[in-house]
């Protein structure tokens, strides 16, 4: 779960909590919707044989996994250890770690590149300077998220879940402030990047049924406060509406929602 910087090791231990609960739906039908986006930014990242590749907030493991079979030298970290549990099986060879991703386990200078597809956020401007700190002089940077395109086929469904709980919804505007023009530009420039572009990469979920589309729909960990005050009943009658106007005559679900891709170099 996306958390602002923090000393306190309770916060992302939580965090890990909230992405464990339900790590398969995510791992299996909700990570690989961001699989062009990934895609895209190793292209633009020149991601290849000899790449030293760290993925920070790495979830199951699917973008390493991607990278690995480009050539890189994969590693990852991410706050959900029933996550990694997954990708330890997509990327047997891969150095992945439990931890903070604002206090990143690794040594100055380790990687050629560092990503994080819809890990990084606002408010998570500490991250983004671990990043640079573990990066090689020169290194790339590529993060993604949701931004303010047009096509976010999730928007009510994340309108109706903030307003669950009052608490979520602050949280949620905090991170999502990252989607706004420049925000994430100057994120980047403050912590010593230049040579930023922006691009953008559709993101799809395609889910075969209503169960199907729900068992994946709970399994973000943004949405566990609200099952853990109102219960599963409560908030799967809340927001299973919110997808109907993408449920096929045939009761398959397809959402489309636009991914920000924002690449950047090192300055030293």
Same mark, same amino acid.
């Given at each position: 779960?996306?958390?602002?910087?923090?000393?306190?090791?309770?916060?992302?231990?939580e #965090?890990?909590?909230?992405?464990?609960?339900?790590?398969?739906?995510?791992a299996y039908?909700?990570?690989?919707?961001?699989?062009? #986006?990934?895609?895209?930014?190793?292209?633009r990242?020149?991601?290849?044989?000899?790449t030293?590749?760290l993925d920070i907030?790495?979830?199951?493991?699917?973008?390493?996994?991607?990278?690995?079979?480009?050539g890189?030298?994969?590693?990852g970290?991410?706050?959900?250890?029933?996550?990694?549990?997954?990708?330890?099986?997509r990327?047997? #060879?891969?150095?992945?770690?439990?931890g903070d991703?604002? =206090?990143?386990p690794?040594?100055?200078?380790?990687?050629?590149v560092?990503?994080?597809?819809?890990? *990084?956020?606002?408010?998570?401007?500490a991250?983004?300077?671990? =990043?640079?700190?573990?990066?090689?002089?020169?290194?790339?940077?590529?993060i993604?998220?949701?931004?303010?395109?047009?096509?976010?086929?999730?928007?009510?469904f994340?309108?109706?879940?903030?307003?669950?709980?009052?608490?979520?919804?602050?949280?949620?505007?905090?991170?999502?402030?990252i989607?706004?023009?420049?925000?994430?530009?100057?994120?980047?420039?403050?912590a010593?990047?230049?040579? *930023?572009?922006?691009?953008?990469?559709d993101?799809?979920?395609?889910?075969p049924?209503?169960?199907? =589309?729900?068992?994946?729909?709970?399994?973000?960990?943004?949405?566990?406060?609200?099952?853990?005050e109102?219960g599963?009943?409560?908030?799967r009658?809340?927001?299973?509406?919110?997808?109907?106007?993408?449920?096929?005559?045939?009761?398959?679900?397809?959402?489309?929602n636009?991914?920000?891709?924002v690449?950047?170099?090192?300055?030293?």
């Amino acid at each position: 779960m996306p958390h602002t910087s923090t000393t306190d090791d309770t916060v992302w231990v939580e #965090a890990g909590r909230a992405w464990s609960h339900a790590a398969a739906a995510w791992a299996y039908h909700f990570e690989p919707h961001a699989r062009d #986006a990934a895609d895209a930014v190793f292209a633009r990242l020149g991601v290849g044989p000899g790449t030293g590749l760290l993925d920070i907030a790495c979830g199951s493991g699917y973008a390493t996994g991607r990278a690995e079979r480009l050539g890189a030298t994969v590693a990852g970290l991410d706050a959900s250890e029933a996550l990694l549990l997954i990708a330890q099986r997509r990327t047997r #060879a891969a150095d992945l770690r439990l931890g903070d991703m604002f =206090a990143l386990p690794w040594a100055d200078d380790s990687f050629d590149v560092a990503t994080s597809f819809n890990g *990084i956020w606002g408010g998570c401007e500490a991250a983004i300077g671990e =990043a640079a700190r573990v990066l090689r002089p020169g290194g790339r940077i590529g993060i993604t998220f949701w931004g303010p395109g047009a096509k976010l086929d999730l928007r009510q469904f994340l309108l109706t879940l903030g307003g669950c709980l009052p608490a979520v919804a602050d949280e949620m505007k905090a991170t999502s402030s990252i989607g706004a023009p420049g925000v994430a530009e100057t994120m980047l420039t403050d912590a010593g990047f230049s040579g *930023i572009e922006r691009f953008a990469a559709d993101g799809v979920l395609e889910l075969p049924d209503a169960e199907s =589309a729900w068992r994946t729909m709970r399994s973000p960990g943004l949405v566990v406060p609200a099952l853990d005050e109102l219960g599963d009943r409560e908030v799967r009658r809340r927001l299973m509406p919110t997808l109907e106007p993408f449920r096929s005559v045939d009761g398959s679900y397809r959402l489309v929602n636009e991914l920000t891709c924002v690449t950047a170099v090192l300055d030293r």
